[in-house]
């Protein structure tokens, strides 16, 4: 019995949620093995051999999975992944693309962004934008899940010693090509994997605006997010976005200025373990949810918030 | 090009949700329905190609009661031409749907498959995926932008460092993010026309597919409410609770 980790990261640079997934599938029981598809992509392999609690990795290079598409890494996480009793994935943009289809070439149902694990066949997973959980069981046989990463630790990245197991890459069907991207560069710390965020929305007016609480995100050593609506309203780009159709974050302060709190963006943030919520609304539901409350002017507020930290 | 869009129906996004006192499920009796807002989007982006003279016929698929032919009218009184409804009261999995969709494309032969990327009640985030997998088509998921030019889609998705851009050969799959546009409202002669409309209905076993769930559903409970907190009165005193109370700066 062993459970196949479907590493994330972009060929250079292993992302934590992967450590997240390893702890979840460490709670399966059995040997865990991740699988590392890439081009170019050894320094992701060894850094997956060192986390603690893998037993061996499984190293598939080639430049057909340079750019993560779902065709061509399908059929190889379906090749490789028929020996084990389950395949996970964090339920990052990545996993969502491809492991559906892993699921439906293996003719099994895949359970999605799983925040809990009962047993090794029965799982917690959030439905109607985290407004109610579900405990599923599963009866197939292997099990495709994706992993919400804030819901479990992180494996310690070090410590491991696995062994690394160059495979041979699987067909690509090539009717799907990478074209280009836009990556959005930031000095701040990685939104899913920040400790404070500060968050705006619809109520921050512009862009310029937006500067204060990257102002106020600097200080704080934090990431900066953002609603739907102040992604709709052109303020921040997309992959800012917190919330049931954006990123789901948990992290230890999360200080949300000028967002009134629907259902959909709070589905993205309510485990934080401390919210702040600063609105001119008092009637806002964002209060309801919030540890610290404060009614002023964000235009008040946060500059007088970012002297205050500097004392 | 034919096109065929999946929509379904959903509690509004609006309903704060109650959960059954007995964990079964989620209380839907009295509840607005409307069509999934992913869904729309995926239904407008096909009413705009048709409108761009880029698609012949859109075909529109519901799965489930009765009563989705109303989300089937929607999307007719939005420009669809015309409708399928398969009936089941058995609930229907993403598995499922993406077999009975296979069913239906064996049938209609689209050369495009548009599908929101989730719906809000069940947050798979799957059926799309499924689909172009049993159908060996390739996908573009998440999707942003949709250009289509001759026997070839570009798609822009939305992924998480940014924006991506894919090639797709068709026939294939999109799922389609909120950004991708702005859904129309249907005006009422719309409305009066989508009534004439011709609508099929089907069923899982016209279709031959084992629509048994795969997931059973043990129970399903409230998450654990978090307590309102306090107001503070300005500024200091947010930053001496932050320090001196949470502990979080």
Redesign the interface.
């Known amino acids: 019995m062993s459970v196949l980790v479907i590493a994330e990261h ?1 060929n250079a640079v292993l992302k934590t949620a992967t450590l997240n997934t390893v702890s979840a599938a460490r709670q399966l029981g059995g040997d865990i093995h991740v699988l590392v598809a890439g081009h170019n992509a050894r320094p992701v392999a060894d850094a997956a051999a060192k986390i603690d609690g893998v037993a061996k990795v499984l190293f598939a290079d080639d430049a057909i999975y340079e ?1 993560d ?3 061509p890494l ?1 059929l190889l996480i379906t090749a490789v992944g028929k020996g084990y009793q389950a395949i996970l994935s964090p339920a ?3 996993g ?10 293996l ?7 799983i925040c809990a694990i009962v047993s090794p066949d ?1 799982f917690v ?16 046989a292997l099990k495709v899940i994706t992993v919400r990463a804030t819901s479990f630790e992180a494996a310690k990245a070090e410590g491991g010693q696995a062994s690394v197991e160059a495979i041979a890459a699987g067909e690509n ?1 090539g ?10 560069k930031s000095e701040r710390p990685e939104l ?1 994997a920040a400790q ?1 965020i500060v968050s705006g929305g619809r109520g921050m007016g512009s862009l310029e605006n937006f500067k204060l609480l990257e102002t106020l995100a600097d200080k ?1 050593g934090g990431a900066v997010g953002a609603t ?1 609506a102040a ?2 309203a052109g303020f921040v ?3 800012l976005q917190i919330g ?2 954006g ?1 789901i974050v948990a992290p ?2 999360y200080i949300a200025v000028a967002i009134s709190g629907a ?2 963006h709070l589905a993205g943030m ?1 485990d934080s ?4 919520a600063i609105n001119k609304d ?1 009637e806002a539901p964002i ?10 002017d964000l235009f008040q ?1 946060l500059p ?2 970012a002297t ?2 500097s004392k | 090009m034919k096109v065929l869009v999946a929509v379904k129906r959903v ?1 509004d ?2 309903v ?2 109650r ?1 059954k006192a007995d964990g079964t499920g ?1 209380d839907t009796g009295n509840v607005k329905f409307t069509m999934n807002p992913f869904d729309e989007t995926a239904v407008e982006e096909a009413v705009r190609l048709k409108e761009a003279g880029k698609a012949t016929e859109i075909v529109v698929v519901s799965m489930g009661p009765q009563q989705a032919q109303d989300t089937i009218r929607t999307a007719l009184a939005m420009g669809a031409d015309r409708g399928i409804l398969v009936g089941s009261d058995t609930e229907l ?3 499922a749907v ?1 077999k009975l969709l296979k069913a239906i494309v064996a049938k209609e032969q689209p050369a495009l498959i548009i599908v929101g ?2 719906a ?15 159908l ?7 999707a ?1 932008k949709l250009a289509i030019d001759g026997e070839r889609a ?1 798609v822009t ?13 068709l026939p ?1 799959v999109v799922t389609v ?3 991708l546009n702005e859904p129309r409202y249907a005006s009422l002669p719309n409305i009066m026309k989508a009534k004439k409309k011709p609508i099929d209905a089907l069923t899982p076993s016209d279709l031959g597919v084992d629509v048994t ?11 654990s409410r ?1 307590k ?5 009165a ?3 005193e ?2 001496s ?2 320090k001196n109370e ?1 502990k ?2």
């Open positions: 972009d750019h598409l779902a065709e399908s990052t943009a990545g969502k693309n491809v492991m559906p289809r892993v699921a439906a070439l003719d099994v149902a895949q359970v999605s962004d029965t997973r959030p439905i109607y934008a985290g407004n109610a959980l579900a405990t599923v069981q599963s009866k197939d069907p009717r799907a090509t990478f074209v280009g991207q836009q990556i959005s899913t404070i704080l739907r992604v709709d780009p997309n992959d049931q159709t990123k230890e302060l259902i959909q309510k373990k401390i919210i702040v008092e209060f309801q949810v919030a540890d610290y409350g404060l009614v002023a507020a007088e918030l205050e930290l | 509690v996004y609006n704060k949700i959960v989620v999995q993403p598995l993406a990327k989730q809000i009640d069940d947050d798979s985030n799957q059926t799309g995926q499924m689909l172009a997998a049993l060996g088509w390739p996908q573009g998921t998440f942003s570009e998705r939305e992924i998480d460092g940014g924006l991506e851009t894919i090639a797709l050969a294939a993010d909120l950004r769930p795969r997931l059973i559903t043990l129970k399903v409970e409230e998450p978090r309102a907190g306090v107001k503070v300005n500024v200091a947010l930053v609770k932050l949470a979080v700066i």
